[in-house]
């Protein structure tokens, strides 16, 4: 098993900035990387960003690419999601999530631990 649990949100003004950490803990060493989702009101959960647990590779969605930028501290077991440039577009609940299979997955059902998520607003 692996516990997530996210912290770093709240509301902020469009244009401002949000740091996000994700703190795994369990059985991290069965997994390859993390990823942030994030599920606006009445819409799907999607993809916003992963990156591997040595660094090596990331991924960003199109809409965050040049603002959002994800690290990770293999030390700590804690991911992050720096945001700055936010828009009231990005305001939903941002969940950190994990898979135990091999291989990397973009979409909900490729992961196998979610965390129980951080609102981020953002106010125009």
């Known amino acids: 098993q692996v516990q997530l649990v996210e912290s770093g949100g709240g509301l902020v003004q469009a244009g401002g900035s949000l740091r996000l950490s994700c703190a795994a803990s369990g059985r991290t060493s069965s997994t390859n990387f993390m990823g942030w989702f994030r599920q606006a009101p009445g819409k799907e959960r999607d993809i916003v960003a992963a990156?591997?647990?040595?660094?090596?590779?990331?991924y960003y969605v199109d809409s965050v690419k040049g603002r959002f930028t994800i690290s990770r501290d293999s030390a700590k077991n804690t991911v992050y999601l720096q945001m700055n440039g936010l828009k009231p577009e990005d305001t939903a609940v941002y969940y950190c999530?994990?898979?135990?299979?091999?291989?990397?997955?973009?979409?909900?059902?490729?992961?196998?631990?979610w965390g129980k998520g951080t609102l981020v607003t953002v106010s125009s």
């Open positions: 990156i591997s647990w040595s660094g090596g590779s990331t």
């Open positions: 999530a994990t898979r135990s299979r091999p291989g990397w997955g973009h979409r909900v059902d490729d992961m196998d631990y």
